[in-house]
């Protein structure tokens, strides 16, 4: 190909790998159909219905619910970051009692800015964290 510091490109040498290249093309190449379109047991798009819709506007404040681990709690609130500079502290401060109205619920505690701990012993996460995002939402739309 190129020989010492000449830069000669030898043309044999590239016909003849150009050759072998072309004779082991066929062994890479893709099928033209695959017959194994997707992933073993999987429907495409499946793991995008699983996953529950991320939430806008302003249910987007309240932005998942998990188990709590301090004592007492049952279940935990994850807050937006930065909700407190978007809402105004007036607002921070109403979402412990909009939340601790809910059915359910029978105390809250904040921690931090971001965790907002709840006690609500046979609530469903999944259940509580629509009708926290609804209740905030509800609340912000009010004038």
């Keep these: 190909m190129v020989t010492g510091g000449e830069r000669h490109i ?4 590239l016909h003849k790998l ?3 290249l072309g004779e082991g093309s066929s062994s890479y190449s893709p099928e033209a159909v695959d017959p194994n379109e997707g992933l073993p047991g999987r429907t495409p798009g499946a793991a995008l219905n699983a996953a529950p ?3 806008v506007g302003p249910r987007a404040i309240v932005l998942d619910c998990g188990t709590s681990r301090m004592p007492g709690y049952t279940h935990v609130f994850l807050i937006a ?3 407190g ?3 105004g502290s007036h607002t921070m ?6 939340v601790g109205q809910l059915t359910g619920v029978e105390s809250y505690v904040w921690e931090g800015a971001d965790r907002l701990h709840v006690n609500a012993p046979g609530l469903e996460w999944e259940d509580l964290l629509r009708d926290a995002q609804d209740a905030v939402a509800e609340y912000l739309e009010t004038p």
């Design 53 to 55: 819709p991320m939430p």
């Design 85 to 87: 500079a978007l809402l």
């Design 10 to 13: 030898d043309p044999d040498a």
């Design 93 to 98: 401060d109403s979402l412990g009692p909009i």
């Design 18 to 20: 150009t050759r072998r």
């Design 81 to 83: 970051h930065g909700a």
